[in-house]
């Protein structure tokens, strides 16, 4: 399965979820997404800049010492959810998603995991 389809299966298990995006950290690009909602390719550098803020911050490196490299942050807003997983494998490869509220917060982030190592290995 391709990284596309794969990323499909995500958006097809959580209807919830608007977009799901396979990102390179490091060259701040989104190599494929999926989802129900269709976003501009601004929006979508827009995303990868703010994963990659958020795992750069100096902030983090108060959480670094307390609980380690942190390979997850959520941000919780009006219109939705957006969840960036960063790969623990590849630390520039990550996921981006923005879901509902009404989402499993739980059972997305474990399948989001799971899913981002898979194309880690692969990619």
Same mark, same amino acid.
Do not use: N, W
């Given at each position: 399965?391709?990284?596309?389809?794969? !990323?499909?299966?995500?958006?097809?298990?959580? +209807?919830? @979820?608007? /977009? $799901?995006?396979?990102? &390179?950290?490091?060259?701040?690009?989104?190599?494929?997404?999926?989802?129900?909602?269709?976003?501009?390719?601004?929006?979508?550098?827009?995303?990868?800049?703010?994963?990659?803020?958020?795992?750069?911050?100096?902030?983090?490196? !108060?959480?670094?010492?307390?609980?380690?490299? +942190?390979? @997850?942050? /959520? $941000?919780?807003?009006? &219109?939705?959810?957006?969840?960036?997983?960063?790969?623990?494998?590849?630390?520039?490869?990550?996921?981006?998603?923005?879901?509902?509220?009404?989402?499993?917060?739980?059972?997305?982030?474990?399948?989001?995991?799971?899913?981002?190592?898979?194309?880690?290995?692969?990619?």
């Amino acid at each position: 399965m391709g990284v596309i389809e794969t !990323l499909g299966a995500v958006v097809k298990a959580y +209807p919830q @979820a608007r /977009l $799901v995006a396979f990102a &390179d950290l490091q060259s701040r690009m989104i190599l494929a997404s999926s989802g129900s909602k269709t976003y501009t390719q601004e929006h979508l550098d827009a995303l990868c800049d703010q994963a990659r803020t958020s795992f750069d911050d100096p902030m983090f490196s !108060l959480s670094v010492e307390a609980f380690g490299e +942190p390979h @997850a942050a /959520l $941000v919780m807003a009006l &219109d939705g959810v957006q969840i960036f997983l960063r790969s623990e494998s590849e630390p520039a490869d990550a996921l981006i998603t923005i879901c509902d509220h009404s989402i499993d917060l739980a059972a997305i982030v474990a399948t989001l995991r799971e899913t981002l190592e898979t194309l880690s290995a692969g990619a």
